[in-house]
C-alpha cells in the first residue's frame, strides 16, 4: 500500500518540520519552556557555568515592603530627584507613585502592547531639575510594520508633554524588543534593542537591532561612537539590563537561546566597538574579532531582566528565573535570593540614599502565575542581601 507509506513519511516529515521550527524560531520559549539537557547543551558547558548559591535572607517575611501593587506587568520605574517613583507598565500606563504610596495616573502613553512590546523603559534625565525631561521607549506599530521608538518628553508633577522623538525606527517584533534606557556617567542615554527575531541583524552594522546603542539627549549619535553611529556595541540577542560599576564600565545582562535548547543566557561587560557575537557565537564559544560573556548561565535559563548595581555586586531580576540573582563581579560569586518568593521579577532599581533595591514583579505577562495584588513594586534594603 504505496499510499500508507507516503501518509507515514509526510507524518514523520512534518514532525521533524515542526521541531526544526521550535528550535529555530521559538523566540518566546525563552522565558517559558523548560530547558532539557541536551547533548548540546552538555557540550557547550564549560568553566564559566556558575554554581549558583541558594540563600534566603534572614527573616524574610520582614524583609521587604510593597510599594504598589496591582499592577499590570510593570515593566520599568525610574526614581524622580523628589523621591517620587515613575513607573511605566507594558500596556502603556504611565503613572507616578509619591513617597506615601499614592498612585496617580499620567497618562496612557500609545504604544503597540503585544507579545514582548509595549512601553517599556523609562529614564530621568539627569539634569531633571532644570529641564524635567523624561524618556521612554516603546513599541509602535507603523505602516512599515512593528518599530521602537524612544521619546522625550517634559514631566511637571503629573502633566506630561512636548513630545520629541530621539530615535525611530528601531527594528521590532513580537518577541526581543529590547527596551531598557538609562543615563551612563557621562551624561549619554544608553538604550538596548533586540534582534527583533532576525537573528542576523544583529551582526549588521547599519541596523540598529540586536546592539546597544549610545546617544546624547538630543538623540544624536554620542560624539565618540565607535561607527560614528549610535551604536556603541553588538551581536547582541535581547539586552535587557544596563548597569556600570564604580569604575564606569558598562555590564549587560542578555537572554541566550530559547526553544527546548533554552539557556546560556550572559552577563556581559561591555566595550564600545565590540561584537558580542550573537548569532555566531553563543555560550563562552570564541572566535577572534568576538568577545564571550563574563559569565553564562550554561543550560539554566533566568532570563535575566533589569539590572543595578551595589558596591561589586550586579543584582539583576530573572524571569523564568523567579529570583533576584546578585553577581560578584570580584569573586565571581553568583547568589539567588527570594527564589520563588515573589515570581517573576523583571525591574531591578538601587535607590542610593534609601541603600535599597526596588524590584518589580511580571507574573501577569502570560507566563507566570499571578500572586495576590500582583503586580507589585517590591522594596528591599540592601542589608537583608549577604553577598
Ligand atoms: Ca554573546
Redesign the pocket.
Known amino acids: 500500500m504505496p499510499n500508507r507509506f507516503l501518509f507515514l513519511f509526510l507524518f514523520v516529515f512534518i514532525i521533524f518540520a515542526v521541531v526544526g521550527g521550535v528550535l529555530l524560531f521559538g523566540q518566546d520559549a525563552q522565558e517559558n519552556e523548560q530547558s532539557q539537557n541536551t547533548q548540546e547543551n552538555e557540550q557547550i558547558q564549560d568553566t564559566q557555568r556558575p554554581s549558583t548559591k541558594d540563600v534566603m535572607p534572614k527573616d524574610n517575611v520582614d524583609t521587604y515592603t510593597v510599594i504598589a501593587d496591582n499592577l499590570e506587568i510593570p515593566w520599568d520605574i525610574a526614581f524622580l530627584p523628589d523621591g517620587d517613583i515613575v513607573a511605566t507598565e507594558r500596556n502603556g500606563t504611565l503613572s507616578r507613585i509619591r513617597k506615601d504610596g499614592t498612585r496617580i495616573h499620567i497618562t496612557q502613553v500609545g504604544a503597540h502592547h503585544r507579545g514582548e512590546g509595549g512601553l517599556l523603559g523609562v529614564a530621568i534625565h539627569p539634569l531633571f531639575e532644570e529641564n524635567n525631561y523624561i524618556y521612554l521607549y516603546s513599541t509602535q506599530q507603523i505602516e512599515q510594520g512593528t518599530i521602537n521608538r524612544v521619546e522625550r518628553f517634559t514631566l511637571h508633577d503629573t502633566d506630561l508633554s512636548n513630545n520629541k522623538v530621539i530615535i525611530d525606527t528601531i527594528p521590532g517584533a513580537i518577541y526581543h524588543d529590547g527596551g531598557r534606557i538609562d543615563f551612563g556617567p557621562d551624561g549619554y542615554l544608553y538604550i538596548t534593542t533586540g534582534d527583533a527575531t532576525t537573528p542576523n541583524i544583529s551582526q549588521d552594522r547599519n541596523s540598529l537591532a540586536g546592539k546597544i546603542l549610545r546617544v546624547t539627549d538630543e538623540g544624536a549619535p554620542a560624539p565618540n561612537n565607535p561607527f560614528g553611529s549610535a551604536i556603541f556595541s553588538l551581536?547582541?540577542?535581547n539586552p535587557q539590563g544596563l548597569a556600570w560599576d564604580k569604575d564606569g564600565t558598562l555590564w549587560s545582562t542578555?537572554h541566550g537561546r530559547s526553544g527546548s535548547l533554552s539557556g546560556l543566557d550572559?552577563i556581559?561587560k561591555i566595550q564600545p566597538g565590540t561584537n558580542?557575537?550573537?548569532p555566531l557565537?553563543?555560550g563562552s564559544e570564541t572566535e577572534s574579532g568576538?568577545?564571550?560573556?563574563v559569565l553564562h548561565s550554561g543550560s539554566e535559563t533566568w532570563a535575566p531582566a533589569s539590572a543595578s548595581f551595589v558596591g561589586d555586586t550586579l543584582f539583576f531580576g530573572g524571569l523564568r528565573g523567579s529570583a533576584l540573582y546578585g553577581y560578584n563581579i570580584h569573586t565571581g560569586t553568583l547568589k539567588k535570593f527570594y527564589t520563588d518568593t515573589f515570581g517573576r521579577i523583571r525591574t531591578v532599581r538601587y535607590h542610593e540614599a534609601e541603600n535599597a533595591l526596588y524590584i518589580t514583579t511580571s507574573n501577569r505577562d502570560g507566563r507566570g502565575d499571578p500572586l495576590l495584588g500582583d503586580d507589585k513594586i517590591i522594596k528591599i534594603p540592601v542589608d537583608v542581601l549577604s553577598m
Open positions: 551581536g547582541h540577542r542578555e550572559e556581559n558580542y557575537g550573537w557565537l553563543q568576538f568577545v564571550a560573556p
